[in-house]
């Protein structure tokens, strides 16, 4: 590992009992960077976050995080590292102002300067006015923003986040997605593990899709998306007899054969420029006479990224499949409205 | 920075946190508070009568006060299973600080508690005719007696918590194994009239001896309807209830450090 590096890991093996959590996992960061760790539930995310943390021994392999081994220095690994949870480890019998307090004072601060940056995160993290309110009555978004204000106390160089959005609806997705943002601006290296590719597309310089304690893609989301084939325009026609000049149409503006199905008489089409094509198609099927019944862009999901890289679909529990789809649609769309905004 | 001071400062922040959790749900005082008076009154006077009145209920009240401290250190089990559930012992976890602050923060808070519930039981047993005949040092030193005692039995229930696999095998193992302990000893009656094993294991049982060394110490009688005990533990019940505390913190610190360490959140 070089000085450049901030987090890295190499063929760690974890099992519980006859379950490989991991199986041989290799992660690198570079310093100010943010690595994604994309998988379903169950891929061994979080136990590769449990090791990085020290919260957890490897059976073999190793790892260092700010340029300490996680297993001979562990103590050196806390004092670099901020870690906030899957779900929001908030002491909700204390105020947001003492939860805060009560970290700083752990990782070694005095009284003034525990208080003063309790109050200073607080702020930043817009629980200014209900830092003095019991942590229990705060919402779902205010505790993860709580949880994840505890993981920067220290102003760690390395932060983890354990599925940081997971459980939080479309508004506190952003700001979530907006706070690791300005952490990264900030030169802190960040571990991120999510369920949603847009998640992992938004957020993170390079990609490590993990599926059965197994790292199964490693790359930036560019080199990811061309792997899983990145947006699709899809349309619906009215009449089956169009279908064919509807195909025709699709080659012209995407980047590969069309797929037909004509039952559904859905057609479908890999893009490079989404809106764009979606504008140019929409008017090129005009021109042609043809009514559409549905136009759309379909965003890869990490579903489609399974079925890619593994030629099989997300082997949660179906439901929890389907689940993880809906919620990435819907990241889909939130992305592209703040995507509009920026331009 | 040394490493004593920084563990025993993240101790004392944990401990806060801890009281404050504790100030914040005032039920969780209950067991704490009600549970010892109940004690006092249901064997002062539903065992009272038939055993020796007035006599007796002096007798018991020593008794009552350790088995109350340790029937205490179910709250360390569960408020450790509590924090290990929720992710807050995770938390801790990866932070820098010292690997023993949540224990001894949890037994330091905890015995707390048990100061309080020893204030109260105190007043109760004044109220109804027990009284501190010993002289003030004697009194103090009883209290320091009683109070070492609490915080020993305090790290067993932190070992507890830290092995069981469920908050509901803690709850029920926290407490189940005192109902043994406590009354095979001297705390009800005495162990003299016990058949063989139990009488052996009353003897030494800490609980008896610490219920001895109080009752010297206060001067309240040290039996009641049986001849005095001439047992070896019996007749250096003071220094044997300490050495006793003692060697239980020296056993179950480590034991309780060396688990923490290596225990998974549930």
Not at chain 1, 156 to 178: A, I, K, N, Q, S
Not at chain 1, 229 to 247: C, I, K, Y
Not at chain 2, 121 to 139: A, E, H, K, N, Y
Request: glycine share 10%; net charge neutral.
């Amino acid at each position: 590992m070089t000085s450049a590096t901030a987090i890295s890991a190499e063929s760690l093996v974890k099992t519980f009992g006859a379950n490989r959590a991991l199986d041989g996992v290799e992660l690198s960061a570079r310093k100010g960077r943010v690595l994604g760790l994309l998988g379903p539930n169950g891929a061994g995310k979080t136990t590769a976050v449990r090791i990085l943390t020290t919260l957890l021994r490897p059976d073999s392999g190793s790892a260092s995080v700010a340029g300490h081994d996680v297993l001979t220095e562990p103590n050196a690994v806390r004092r670099s590292i901020g870690l906030s949870g899957q779900y929001a480890a908030v002491d909700e019998n204390l105020t947001g102002r003492e939860n805060l307090y009560m970290v700083g004072r752990l990782y070694g601060m005095n009284r003034p300067d525990a208080r003063k940056r309790a109050g200073e995160l607080l702020d930043g993290f817009q629980l200014g006015e209900a830092g003095d309110r019991i942590a229990k009555g705060y919402s779902g978004g205010m505790r993860r923003r709580l949880d994840l204000a505890g993981a920067l106390v220290a102003r760690p160089p390395v932060v983890m986040l354990d599925e940081p959005t997971t459980g939080l609806d479309p508004r506190g997705r952003m700001d979530t997605w907006r706070l690791i943002a300005e952490l990264v601006d900030d030169g802190t290296t960040v571990l991120l593990t999510t369920q949603y590719l847009e998640e992992a597309d938004a957020l993170a310089d390079t990609i490590a899709v993990i599926d059965h304690g197994r790292v199964i893609a490693n790359g930036t989301s560019n080199e990811l998306k061309a792997l899983v084939g990145g947006e699709r325009l899809e349309l619906v026609v009215d009449e089956a007899a169009e279908m064919d000049t509807a195909a025709e149409v699709l080659a012209g503006i995407g980047t590969g054969t069309p797929r037909v199905d004509t039952q559904s008489r859905r057609l479908q089409v890999a893009v490079n420029d989404g809106s764009k094509s979606l504008v140019e198609a929409v008017r090129w099927l005009g021109e042609s006479g043809i009514e559409v019944h549905d136009v759309g862009l379909h965003r890869p999901t990490l579903d489609d990224a399974f079925l890619s890289l593994t030629g099989k679909p997300t082997e949660v529990s179906g439901n929890g499949a389907t689940a993880g789809a809906a919620g990435s649609e819907g990241l889909a769309t939130a992305e592209s409205g703040e995507r509009g905004g920026r331009q | 920075m040394t490493v004593v001071p920084s563990s025993l400062r993240d101790s004392s922040v944990v401990a806060w946190r801890n009281l404050l959790n504790i100030k914040r749900n005032p039920d969780w005082l209950l067991s704490g508070t009600v549970q010892p008076i109940m004690f006092v009154l249901l064997f002062a006077f539903v065992f009272g009568g038939s055993l020796g009145g007035g006599r007796y209920r002096e007798f018991l009240i020593a008794g009552i006060f350790v088995q109350t401290v340790a029937f205490n250190s179910s709250f360390t089990v569960i408020g450790l299973t509590n924090d290990l559930q929720k992710g807050i012992v995770d938390r801790f976890r990866a932070l820098p600080m010292s690997r023993v602050a949540v224990l001894l923060g949890r037994t330091s808070s905890d015995l707390a508690v048990s100061l309080l519930s020893v204030v109260i039981m105190s007043l109760c047993g004044l109220l109804i005719g027990w009284r501190l005949r010993g002289d003030p040092t004697d009194v103090l030193t009883g209290y320091l007696v009683l109070l070492l005692f609490s915080f020993a039995m305090s790290w067993v229930g932190a070992f507890i918590g830290l092995i069981s696999r469920t908050v509901e095998v803690a709850q029920s193992a926290g407490l189940l194994w005192l109902f043994p302990v406590t009354f095979i000893s001297s705390v009800f009656v005495s162990a003299e009239s016990m058949p063989t094993p139990l009488r052996v294991f009353a003897r030494w049982n800490p609980i008896t001896v610490n219920a001895d060394a109080l009752r010297e110490l206060f001067g309240n009688p040290i039996r009641v309807g049986t001849p005095p005990p001439s047992s070896w533990p019996a007749e250096h019940a003071i220094p044997y209830a300490v050495v006793s505390s003692l060697l239980i913190i020296a056993v179950f610190v480590p034991l309780s450090v060396a688990r923490y360490r290596r225990v998974a959140s549930r």
